[in-house]
């Protein structure tokens, strides 16, 4: 049978309040009192749960985090950069994940009504806005990370999504590649809008506007590039030197390193040489990036540092630093590897 709080005060000969203040460290006690209380503690081996070392704070310092999936490599480094977080301020963290859609959200939901957190952090699993908005709207506290869908009335961590594809459609550009095509993500998501609106700005500037054929949708996963990348040389859009009537591809540019893994492993399927005939470049620079042949060339995003980020503005908003529904956007960086050289080399 587990050891209780009322176990602890009754070894201690004090109240489970006395019990409280002692591991919450709030109000002033005898320091003998405290002292036998966490001996105690210590004799029993007594662990507190989040309810009660909180209980005269009225609150549970845990954080919930909801995400759609943790099989996607980019939200286990947000995930990692939060664990940091509420560990650094002795927060505990509760994650849910959506992978058996509604099942899932209705567990998820049952936990929010019994408030066994104090705030939310949130990678927006599809369909899933307006209960969110609806948890907000009552009072819980919300922080979205890759603010995907542009919701202001959300505090929110993101990135630099349209200045980080201007900078890889520049890169192309430099390197001489005049004939790219975009594995996009999903169109709904304003990420997926901001990478290519900048990609396709910084190319239709040179005078190369995108034709729509050049824009094909990867859905964020491996299968989605390799398929999509396969299609088009399958359909006769062939890369490398063409002539003005057979249209071809030199460069890649998808919307996260996974689809740009696919699109290696279709172009390498057929025959194709990367970076000599087509140069790669993703979005995100996840660990494995640059374990993928060639390593991968990619727009890094802050990851950790967007997690880390989301979650000490919440754990602030509890001490008092007031949320704002004005966005916090940390940069994005290009890194340069081997999948992009000049058709030259």
Aim: aromatic share 6%; net charge negative.
């Amino acid at each position: 049978m587990p050891i209780t709080m009322a176990d602890v005060a009754a070894r201690a000969g004090v109240s489970k309040t006395t019990v409280s203040r002692v591991l919450n460290g709030k109000g002033e006690l005898d320091p003998s009192t405290a002292a036998r209380v966490r001996r105690v503690i210590q004799e029993l081996g007594y662990v507190p749960s989040a309810g009660a070392v909180s209980l005269a704070r009225g609150r549970t310092r845990v954080l919930g985090m909801l995400v759609p999936s943790l099989s996607w490599p980019w939200i286990g480094e947000v995930l990692q950069g939060v664990a940091d977080a509420v560990e650094d301020e002795g927060y505990g963290l509760l994650v849910f994940s959506c992978s058996k859609g509604e099942q899932s959200l209705q567990r998820f939901a049952s936990q929010a009504s019994a408030k066994s957190f104090d705030g939310l952090l949130v990678i927006e699993p599809e369909g899933t806005l307006e209960f969110i908005a609806g948890l907000h709207r009552g009072g819980l506290p919300v922080v979205l990370i890759d603010d995907r869908g542009h919701q202001p009335q959300f505090p929110s961590v993101g990135t630099t999504n349209r200045a980080g594809a201007q900078e890889a459609a520049r890169h192309l550009l430099a390197i001489g590649r005049t004939r790219p095509v975009v594995v996009s993500g999903p169109a709904q998501l304003g990420c997926t809008q901001d990478r290519l609106g900048g990609f396709a700005e910084v190319y239709a500037e040179a005078g190369l506007p995108l034709e729509p054929w050049r824009v094909v949708n990867g859905d964020f996963n491996f299968e989605g590039g390799h398929a999509e990348i396969g299609r088009l040389l399958t359909a006769g859009r062939f890369p490398g030197r063409v002539q003005a009537s057979e249209p071809g591809f030199d460069a890649v540019f998808a919307h996260n390193d996974l689809s740009a893994a696919g699109a290696i492993q279709a172009l390498r399927e057929a025959g194709v040489h990367v970076p000599k005939d087509v140069a790669v470049v993703g979005f995100d620079d996840v660990p494995q990036a640059s374990y993928t042949d060639p390593p991968l060339t990619t727009v890094h995003q802050p990851l950790r540092e967007m997690g880390e980020t989301a979650a000490r503005a919440l754990m602030g908003h509890f001490d008092g630093t007031p949320l704002t529904v004005d966005p916090i956007v940390l940069p994005t960086k290009f890194v340069t590897r081997g999948s992009t050289t000049a058709r030259n080399t």
